[in-house]
T-cell receptor, first 110, second 113 residues
Framework: AQRVTQPEKLLSVFKGAPVELKCNYS??????LFWYVQYSRQRLQLLLR??SRESIKGFTADLNKGETSFHLKKPFAQEEDSAMYYC????????????FGQGTTLQVKP | EAGVAQSPRYKIIEKRQSVAFWCNPI?????LYWYQQILGQGPKLLIQ????????DSQLPKDRFSAERLKGVDSTLKIQPAKLEDSAVYLC???????????FGQGTRLTVV
């Protein structure tokens, strides 16, 4: 079964501290992984996708097929990073259907 | 670029009543999705359209939910009759093609009392 697990509902860090939002997935084929973010009172938007292999707003994520993980990392958290983060998977059926994790709230304290 | 538009933003209805949500995708986007997001959970796909054809409706409770996308542009999602467990945010998203970035609307928050 296709599944995305985000084990932490809430992650609270101080400004300037490193951040790692965990994401594990279950999928038998070659999935495409995404991180979506929802800032307060804004719509859900794409943060990054693994095939781009780029850094967005200082965030990076590496797909680890051996550990079936796609953790989101940032070396120095900023207050404006406070938001809800969702990890999502798209299967190889190429329909674009996204399977989301439950989300992690990142709270960056001053 | 104008984003995905949804209306209404909020709706409160009594159980067993019917309700409809409307979505206008980004111009030119062939793929349209309806997701249901229950409080504390991630969005779950209800139905996906490619132009005006259904690609995936495997998780749509078809005894009470229906959706259409006439002329391959706007879409409506209907619930009839509503149950308490239908309380959720209903998100519409669109993309130019499948597997490209999905752009989300602001959602409709439905409360069934």
């Amino acid at each position: 079964a296709q599944r995305v697990t985000q084990p932490e509902k809430l992650l609270s860090v101080f400004k300037g501290a490193p951040v790692e939002l965990k994401c594990n997935y279950s999928y038998s084929g070659s999935p495409e992984l995404f991180w979506y973010v929802q800032y307060s009172r804004q719509r859900l938007q794409l943060l990054l996708r693994h095939i781009s292999r780029e850094s967005i707003k200082g965030f990076t994520a590496d797909l680890n097929k051996g550990e079936t993980s796609f953790h989101l990392k940032k070396p120095f958290a900023q207050e404006e990073d406070s938001a809800m983060y969702y990890c999502a998977l798209s299967g190889s059926s190429n329909t674009g259907k996204l399977i989301f994790g439950q989300g992690t709230t990142l709270q960056v304290k001053p | 670029e104008a984003g995905v538009a949804q209306s209404p933003r909020y709706k409160i209805i009594e159980k067993r009543q019917s309700v409809a949500f409307w979505c206008n995708p980004i111009s030119g986007h062939a793929t349209l999705y309806w997701y249901q997001q229950i409080l504390g959970q991630g969005p779950k796909l209800l139905i996906q359209f490619q132009n005006n054809g259904v690609v995936d409706d495997s998780q749509l409770p078809k005894d009470r939910f229906s959706a259409e996308r006439l002329k391959g542009v706007d879409s409506t999602l209907k619930i009839q009759p509503a149950k308490l467990e239908d309380s959720a945010v209903y998100l519409c998203a669109s993309s130019p093609y499948p597997v490209t970035e999905a752009f989300f609307g602001q959602g409709t928050r439905l409360t069934v009392v």
